[in-house]
């Protein structure tokens, strides 16, 4: 597609299951990122990927939270153990690695992630 | 670490007012500096992107200034329409391309 997408738009579950956030980054682009929003906590860096590699993790809050990505392209966020507070909503950004530092990241329409 | 603040958190103002949104940053060592917007349920969309040995970028009604030195960006907005109702963030790129978000302003325009 034209964009980023992330899947699924909403996800409600229940505490301690574990989820899957996907992101779909845009053909081509080999930077992508992961970022979460939350109510008073504004946006919040989680992890960098530059190709199939994270270089930057150091947003990650817990060792429960886990990123992955296969073949340059689609990325997985998993967090186990699901906690109230992981509720927020979930962002994913691409953008191209060439002179990344001087391109403007694009972002999806994110993951509304609800722990009951 | 990087601090980026936007005040006030909401402004309402009348439909044609000229209007500008306020951004500071602690750390000048960044690459650029970013003004997305956003609405209700929906992500991020990337308005303007100035470089850091850049001063300004226009687009359309919407113009970015940025004083690296102190600091600061300015997005002025001309003759603001309803439809720019929306959530505007701030964000500085550092190290690993990283952005760092100011909190948002949320900025209503009344018909």
């Known amino acids: 597609g034209a964009g980023v997408s992330q899947s699924p738009s909403n996800k409600v579950t229940e505490k301690g299951k574990d989820v899957e956030l996907r992101c779909d980054p845009i053909s081509g682009h080999t930077a992508l990122y992961w970022y979460r929003q939350s109510l008073g906590q504004g946006l919040e860096f989680l992890i960098y990927?530059?190709?199939?590699?994270?270089?930057?993790k150091s947003g990650l809050p817990s060792d429960r939270f886990s990123a992955e990505r296969t073949g340059g392209s689609v990325s997985t966020l998993t967090i186990q153990r699901t906690q109230q507070e992981d509720s927020a909503v979930y962002l994913c950004a691409s953008t191209s690695g060439l002179g990344r530092l001087n391109q403007p990241q694009h972002f999806g329409d994110g993951t509304r992630l609800s722990i009951l | 670490k990087q601090e980026v603040t936007q005040i006030p958190a909401a402004l309402s103002v009348p439909e044609g007012e000229n209007l500008v949104l306020n951004c500071s940053f602690t750390?000048?060592?960044?690459?650029?500096l970013q003004w997305f917007r956003q609405d209700p349920g929906k992500g991020l969309t990337s308005l303007l992107l100035?470089?850091?040995?850049?001063r300004e970028q226009t687009s359309g009604r919407l113009n970015a200034s940025l004083d690296k030195s102190s600091g600061r960006s300015t997005l002025y907005i001309a003759a603001s329409q309803p439809g720019d109702s929306a959530t505007y963030l701030c964000a500085v790129t550092g190290a690993n391309s990283k952005l760092t978000f100011g909190k948002g302003i949320t900025l209503s325009v009344r018909p």
């Open positions: 750390d000048s060592a960044i690459y650029n």
């Open positions: 990927f530059q190709g199939n590699s994270a270089p930057d």
């Open positions: 100035i470089q850091s040995s850049q």
